[in-house]
């Protein structure tokens, strides 16, 4: 007789663990190298592609993820709300000074400057940077160009959005900056200051708008960015590669990484030997070996291409517990994305290949396309069957509300006594959490829900000494899905 697999939901009130917020679960964080976002900043937040691209440029690898992401069909009842873009310092960088966002935006009035300067300590020593000529000036850009010329092999000028941003020529821990002052004897026009440049003040609660500093750093870890990230902002589920990490050592990083979390990630392969049946190299093979139930790979054969951040775009903005991973069309041209996402030819032996792996393709039956199987690389079972991605979110959304409800619990009440009566105020709370975000929410199945909390009678003298109420448990049905139909007929004259 074939047995029930068992998910186990395991609750922990805690007042220092952060959980992800019910809005956080429809959050991407795509993971990227680049010198755009500062270790000061960490990530970088958007609610639209027009937003994406007002920081990188459509060709750029963030740029092509985002506009996978948010082109979705616009008759979907759901659509993307936002993206982060999460910094991995890869190898050594420079110290990096943000100056204020109020600087002078007037190109008139930076014409009128023939004579700027400023000071700044850089590396430890002071550079005083004179003589700026503005005059000839017709962009912002064109203002960070001449500072950058001023700076010499000192340092590097762009200007972005709406700072200047002034970084060290040198990379590493030994890479420092200040923010900006008056040079020590005057002979021009100060620009350090909010006339100009607003790079002389230091953010504060009381100056949100001010500079930022990055001091220079030695290449860091997946784990350490990731950590990194999540003390900046931890409010984001799924986790995301431009493509330029695809197939190498660091997405299995990021899978030890994600594993540890209750996050999850879908990223997507071009590595053919994915298809290859009985081959361990590729990153969705390692995966699988390690029976990881937090990481899914979806192949393509094109690496040009985004499939993970297209179906991420569709599904997370869905209500938990309302949709299947599986035959899902992904967006292209005719939704408002820059390019197609064409389905795979694939051979029944790449096929084979692949669904060994519990690595997930794109391609057509019966004239349409979707998505398959909607699993991540493990985590089933024993036999490292992959877990269906909705039911580890589904499960992880369950647990952070219920975890979240009881906390409440104790917080609104001024003392629950540790009688029968203040444990059924707990079992009442639990049971009431479980049919909001379980049963209502379409995670678990109505009338399976079983709860269960310990007598007083039952509990040790030492879990009451300490205020515990030990043992609570419940047993609940998963509403699970359907993904395939066996119907056989007969039929006679």
Not at 123 to 142: E, P, R
């Amino acid at each position: 007789m074939t047995r029930a697999i068992t998910r186990f939901i395991d609750v922990a009130i805690q007042k220092d663990t952060p959980r992800v917020s019910a809005a956080g679960f429809s959050v991407l964080m795509v993971l990227t190298n680049t010198n755009t976002i500062t270790t000061a900043e960490r990530f970088k937040r958007f609610s639209s592609l027009a937003g994406v691209n007002t920081v990188f440029a459509d060709t750029t690898e963030e740029g092509k993820a985002a506009d996978a992401f948010f082109n979705q069909d616009p008759f979907l009842s759901y659509h993307p709300d936002d993206m982060l873009f999460g910094r991995w310092v890869d190898a050594d960088v420079a110290a990096v000074l943000e100056c204020g966002d109020s600087p002078e935006m007037d190109v008139a009035d930076w014409q009128a400057v023939t004579d700027g300067e400023f000071a700044v300590d850089i590396d430890g020593s002071t550079v005083n940077v004179t003589a700026l000529d503005f005059s000839a000036v017709t962009s912002l850009d064109d203002v960070a160009a001449v500072i950058d010329t001023g700076l010499g092999a000192n340092g590097d000028c762009v200007f972005l959005v709406n700072r200047f941003i002034i970084n060290s020529g040198t990379v590493g821990a030994s890479s420092t900056i200040t923010v900006l002052d008056t040079v020590a004897v005057p002979a021009g026009t100060d620009i350090s200051g909010a006339a100009y440049l607003d790079g002389d003040i230091i953010v504060s609660p009381t100056n949100l708008g001010g500079s930022r500093l990055s001091q220079g750093q030695v290449a860091e870890t997946i784990e350490a960015a990731i950590t990194a990230i999540e003390a900046a902002n931890n409010d984001w589920y799924a986790t995301g590669v431009i493509a330029s990490f695809r197939d190498s050592s660091t997405i299995d990083d990021i899978t030890d990484a994600i594993e540890s979390r209750k996050k999850m990630a879908v990223i997507a392969t071009n590595d053919a030997n994915t298809l290859v049946l009985g081959s361990s190299s590729p990153n969705a093979a390692i995966a699988k070996a390690k029976n990881y139930k937090r990481t899914a790979f979806i192949y393509h054969d094109n690496a040009t291409l985004y499939p993970d951040m297209s179906w991420m775009g569709q599904q997370l903005p869905k209500p938990v517990g309302s949709t299947n991973w599986m035959y899902k069309e992904l967006a292209g041209i005719a939704q408002g994305a820059a390019v197609d996402i064409p389905v795979v030819a694939l051979t029944q032996a790449q096929i084979d290949g692949a669904l060994d792996k519990n690595c997930n393709l794109y391609s057509s039956a019966l004239s349409a396309e979707f998505t398959f199987f909607g699993t991540m690389s493990g985590g089933k079972n024993a036999d490292k069957d992959g877990e269906y991605i909705d039911i580890i979110r589904n499960i992880d959304f369950l647990e952070a509300r219920t975890e979240e409800g009881l906390l409440s619990l104790l917080l609104e009440k001024d003392i629950i006594y540790m009688t029968n009566a203040g444990i059924a105020i707990v079992e009442g709370r639990t049971i009431s959490l479980l049919q909001q975000y379980g049963v209502v929410q379409g995670i678990l199945v109505e009338g399976s829900v079983v709860v269960t909390y310990p007598k007083r009678s039952e509990i040790s003298q030492t879990n009451r000494d300490d205020r515990k109420l030990p043992d609570g448990t419940f047993v609940a049905e998963l509403t699970g899905g359907i993904n395939t139909v066996i119907l056989r007929g007969t039929v006679s004259i």
